[in-house]
């Protein structure tokens, strides 16, 4: 197991390179290492800035009034140990010295072990394995689990669950003799039952000394522990069937395993054990084959992060803290085509550091996917996700990405992407969990903005709407008002804006997205740039220049055609301050995106009147914006403001717009051969 073939020498893939190149490499590796550093060090500061009594509350089972170290009696009389007896025996003098160091160093201890498992895993990757990607790996490693959620809630809680996984890398890819990797995969177990299960894993790939030495080690120290605590012990592994029941309730969200998920669906009693108990056979057994298979096919990372997704699915109670296994299966490859390929590891990735209502909406008909988010991509990977043999032609060589031939412009470095527009469409998939996730930022950003309805968000804002007002009265701009009264005195007029305006903003850019991904996969990529640029800065705006928008201005008289009238004695006026950030008002990209879509159809658009009906479509958005009283007209000038640069960014890194032909081939997933480029024009 200790003998894992490595992707050649140190120095092959980069000796003889030029020295830029080199020079870039090792730059690129020095900038990697400072971003983990800067993680771990916002990861410590995140806990210890943290008030006592909300810090390390796991650690509390431990070092607190009625933990651990304070109880005469079993273990279990704790408050909230759910631990093996061996777990109570060896870590209380770690615990009796973080109580001393108040918790900095079990904090700094944790820290390290994380490092030292992004290092391993990193060594451990599946040949062929350049000098150049093994040198990048440790850090993005590093920063990966430091940004993952297992990592930080065992960093908050004070957990110990980050040891059973480094025990068994240790094992697998760093002692060399099968028994001694055995004896810390034991060790693991002894730790977290479940582990037991990488001793089939060693038996079917011919390590049996290895899994001999795994379960003599697993009952040697059981006994140990047994002889030491017998009253601890019968409660763990007799009363509570290896700690089922302990802790907290196993129909809590934060239980991500099979027997977790079924309590939350409602099943109950015999019937939900019986039908726990044959998922989880069928999970284990099919899981292990998967796992049995890549280890022989030399990806033996993966058969171990396999192995640990299977643990994560069977364990009758797998906290948030205990569910590692499952970012280490993103070292699986997946996918036969280049734009195929990314869509395991972001996924992963999303599942393991964004909570779950930032991958899925708030809504009742998602809440069984939303609620068990972490065990779907656990059973994925143990039983379901086709990751590529190495022997397959796509493991190394995916089907390749087509690229528009890099077009002359002005500028000898423009575009900065050297290899040219893509013209393959995108993953459907991949696509549409960016949009969500960049959509749930974008909520979150709109809301932490000003602080939420705080008094001083809100002077903040009223102070900048002061000072936008009287820029418009100097540049004569100042019709917010007059318009919207005139169009208050209309019911017809103001109905039709009132709907315009809750109404067209999401639908219209998400029709035209959906229309090029299908039509114009070229035109999709480069339309999409522009708009997530335009976005990205828009967030910019809102963050640093919080503006009240015409409707919450005190003493203007504007009356809120959309919300209802405003109560401006209470902080919290405007009924959808709750949901929403409320002075996000500049730039405004109600107009901005209106824009960017009258842009869109304005270039791509094949009849005079679409385009006339996309010029349309914002001056309708500014009319709407303005006369409900939600945006002042220079809010409108800022979202214009971003719909240029946006453009002019996409432009910069990947040139002019490619115009192309799509044929039959292009109908799928992906844009084949039938993609040819056949003129260019300015984007």
Same mark, same amino acid.
């Given at each position: 197991?200790?003998?894992?073939?490595?992707? &050649?020498?140190?120095?092959?893939?980069?000796?003889?390179?030029?020295?830029?190149?080199?020079?870039?490499?090792?730059?690129?590796?020095?900038?990697?290492?400072?971003?983990?550093?800067? @993680?771990?060090?916002?990861?410590?500061?995140?806990?210890? *800035?943290?008030?006592?009594?909300?810090?390390?509350?796991?650690?509390?089972?431990?070092?607190?009034?009625?933990?651990?170290?304070?109880?005469?009696? *079993?273990?279990?009389?704790?408050?909230?140990?759910?631990?093996?007896?061996?777990?109570?025996?060896?870590?209380?003098?770690?615990?009796?010295?973080?109580?001393?160091?108040?918790?900095?160093?079990?904090?700094?201890?944790?820290?390290?072990?994380?490092?030292?498992?992004?290092?391993?895993?990193?060594?451990?990757?599946?040949?062929?394995?350049?000098?150049?990607?093994?040198?990048?790996?440790?850090?993005?490693?590093?920063?990966?689990?430091?940004?993952?959620?297992?990592?930080?809630? /065992?960093?908050?809680?004070?957990?110990?669950?980050?040891?059973?996984?480094?025990?068994?890398?240790?094992?697998?890819?760093?002692?060399?003799?099968?028994?001694?990797?055995?004896?810390?995969?034991?060790?693991?177990?002894?730790?977290?039952?479940?582990?037991?299960? %990488?001793?089939?894993?060693?038996?079917?790939? &011919?390590?049996?000394?290895?899994?001999?030495?795994?379960?003599?080690?697993?009952?040697?120290?059981?006994?140990?522990?047994?002889?030491?605590?017998?009253?601890?012990?019968?409660? #763990?592994?007799?009363?509570?069937?290896?700690?089922?029941?302990?802790?907290?309730?196993?129909?809590?969200?934060?239980?991500?395993?099979?027997?977790?998920?079924?309590?939350?669906?409602?099943?109950?009693?015999?019937?939900?054990?019986?039908?726990?108990?044959?998922?989880?056979?069928?999970?284990?057994?099919?899981?292990?084959?998967?796992?049995?298979?890549?280890?022989?096919?030399?990806?033996?990372?993966?058969?171990?992060?396999?192995?640990?997704?299977?643990?994560?699915?069977?364990?009758?109670?797998?906290?948030?803290?205990?569910?590692?296994?499952?970012?280490?299966?993103?070292?699986?490859?997946?996918?036969?085509?280049?734009?195929?390929? #990314?869509?395991?590891?972001?996924?992963?990735?999303?599942?393991?550091?964004?909570?779950?209502?930032? !991958?899925?909406?708030?809504?009742?008909?998602?809440?069984?996917?939303?609620?068990?988010?972490?065990? !779907?991509?656990?059973?994925?990977?143990?039983?379901?996700?086709? %990751?590529?043999?190495?022997?397959?032609?796509?493991?190394?060589?995916?089907?390749?990405?087509?690229?528009?031939?890099?077009?002359?412009?002005?500028?000898?470095?423009?575009?900065?992407?050297? *290899?040219?527009?893509?013209?393959? =469409?995108?993953?459907?998939?991949?696509?549409?969990?960016? !949009?969500?996730?960049?959509?749930?930022?974008?909520?979150?950003?709109?809301?932490? /903005?000003?602080?939420?309805?705080?008094? &001083?968000?809100?002077?903040?804002?009223?102070?900048?709407?002061?000072?936008? %007002?009287?820029?418009?009265?100097?540049?004569?701009?100042?019709?917010? =008002?007059?318009?919207?009264?005139?169009?208050?005195?209309?019911?017809?007029?103001?109905?039709?804006?009132?709907?315009? #305006?809750?109404?067209?903003?999401?639908?219209?850019?998400?029709?035209?997205?959906?229309?090029?991904?299908?039509?114009?996969?070229?035109?999709?990529?480069?339309?999409?740039?522009?708009?997530?640029?335009?976005?990205?800065?828009?967030?910019?705006?809102?963050?640093?220049?919080?503006?009240?928008?015409?409707?919450?201005?005190?003493?203007?008289?504007? !009356?809120?055609?959309?919300?209802?009238?405003?109560?401006?004695?209470?902080?919290? #006026?405007?009924?959808?301050?709750?949901?929403?950030?409320?002075?996000?008002?500049?730039?405004? @990209?109600?107009?901005?995106?209106?824009?960017?879509?009258?842009?869109?159809?304005?270039?791509?658009?094949?009849?005079?009147?679409?385009?006339?009906?996309?010029?349309?479509?914002?001056?309708?958005?500014?009319?709407?914006?303005?006369?409900?009283?939600?945006?002042?007209?220079?809010?409108?000038?800022?979202?214009?403001?971003?719909?240029?640069?946006? %453009?002019?960014?996409?432009?910069?890194?990947?040139?002019?717009?490619?115009?192309?032909?799509?044929?039959? /081939?292009?109908?799928?997933?992906?844009?084949?051969?039938?993609?040819? /480029?056949?003129?260019?024009?300015?984007?």
């Amino acid at each position: 197991m200790a003998n894992v073939e490595h992707g &050649g020498r140190p120095g092959e893939g980069i000796v003889g390179a030029p020295e830029t190149v080199r020079a870039r490499l090792r730059a690129l590796r020095v900038v990697l290492w400072a971003v983990a550093a800067i @993680l771990a060090v916002r990861q410590l500061a995140a806990v210890l *800035s943290t008030p006592k009594a909300e810090r390390l509350t796991d650690l509390e089972t431990w070092v607190g009034p009625n933990g651990v170290l304070h109880v005469k009696g *079993s273990l279990y009389d704790s408050t909230q140990f759910t631990g093996t007896p061996f777990g109570g025996l060896v870590l209380k003098p770690l615990t009796r010295s973080a109580e001393q160091a108040l918790g900095w160093g079990w904090t700094f201890g944790t820290l390290l072990l994380v490092v030292a498992l992004g290092l391993v895993a990193a060594r451990a990757l599946p040949p062929p394995v350049s000098r150049r990607t093994s040198l990048l790996a440790a850090p993005v490693a590093v920063s990966l689990l430091m940004l993952s959620l297992p990592v930080r809630n /065992a960093l908050y809680l004070g957990q110990t669950s980050i040891i059973p996984v480094l025990l068994v890398l240790l094992g697998c890819f760093v002692v060399r003799g099968e028994r001694l990797c055995g004896v810390l995969i034991g060790l693991a177990a002894a730790l977290q039952p479940t582990v037991l299960l %990488f001793a089939p894993l060693l038996w079917f790939t &011919g390590r049996r000394r290895a899994a001999a030495s795994t379960g003599l080690t697993f009952v040697a120290l059981t006994a140990l522990a047994w002889a030491a605590m017998p009253r601890d012990s019968n409660t #763990y592994w007799v009363h509570h069937l290896a700690g089922v029941g302990l802790g907290k309730s196993a129909d809590d969200l934060a239980n991500q395993s099979l027997h977790g998920a079924l309590l939350r669906l409602g099943l109950t009693g015999p019937l939900e054990v019986g039908l726990f108990l044959a998922l989880g056979a069928a999970v284990a057994v099919l899981g292990l084959r998967r796992a049995v298979r890549y280890a022989r096919d030399g990806q033996l990372l993966l058969a171990v992060a396999v192995t640990g997704c299977v643990a994560v699915a069977v364990s009758p109670t797998t906290w948030q803290h205990q569910v590692l296994w499952v970012l280490l299966a993103l070292v699986g490859r997946v996918g036969r085509k280049t734009s195929d390929r #990314y869509v395991w590891p972001v996924a992963v990735v999303l599942v393991m550091t964004l909570p779950a209502r930032m !991958i899925l909406p708030d809504m009742p008909v998602l809440e069984p996917v939303r609620d068990n988010v972490v065990l !779907i991509a656990a059973l994925a990977a143990a039983a379901a996700v086709p %990751f590529l043999s190495r022997t397959s032609p796509s493991y190394r060589a995916p089907v390749p990405t087509v690229h528009a031939p890099p077009a002359a412009t002005r500028w000898r470095r423009v575009p900065l992407l050297a *290899s040219g527009r893509v013209l393959t =469409r995108t993953n459907l998939l991949l696509e549409l969990l960016l !949009i969500r996730v960049g959509y749930s930022a974008y909520q979150q950003v709109r809301l932490a /903005a000003t602080g939420g309805t705080n008094s &001083g968000g809100r002077a903040t804002a009223e102070q900048h709407g002061r000072q936008v %007002f009287a820029v418009e009265r100097f540049l004569h701009l100042d019709v917010e =008002r007059w318009v919207n009264h005139a169009v208050v005195g209309v019911p017809g007029l103001r109905d039709f804006f009132d709907f315009y #305006y809750q109404s067209f903003h999401f639908g219209v850019p998400l029709t035209i997205l959906a229309v090029l991904y299908i039509r114009r996969p070229a035109d999709h990529r480069w339309a999409r740039s522009a708009l997530g640029f335009a976005t990205l800065l828009a967030l910019v705006g809102f963050w640093l220049y919080p503006l009240a928008p015409p409707r919450l201005m005190p003493g203007l008289g504007v !009356i809120d055609t959309v919300h209802g009238v405003q109560d401006f004695s209470k902080p919290d #006026y405007g009924t959808l301050t709750e949901l929403t950030n409320q002075y996000a008002a500049m730039p405004s @990209l109600h107009f901005g995106w209106s824009l960017w879509c009258g842009i869109v159809i304005v270039v791509l658009a094949p009849r005079w009147w679409m385009k006339a009906l996309g010029l349309l479509h914002p001056l309708l958005t500014v009319s709407s914006i303005v006369a409900t009283g939600n945006h002042w007209v220079l809010d409108a000038v800022g979202g214009a403001a971003v719909v240029a640069v946006g %453009f002019g960014l996409t432009y910069l890194i990947s040139g002019p717009r490619v115009r192309a032909a799509v044929g039959p /081939a292009g109908a799928g997933a992906g844009v084949g051969p039938s993609v040819r /480029a056949v003129g260019r024009t300015p984007g």
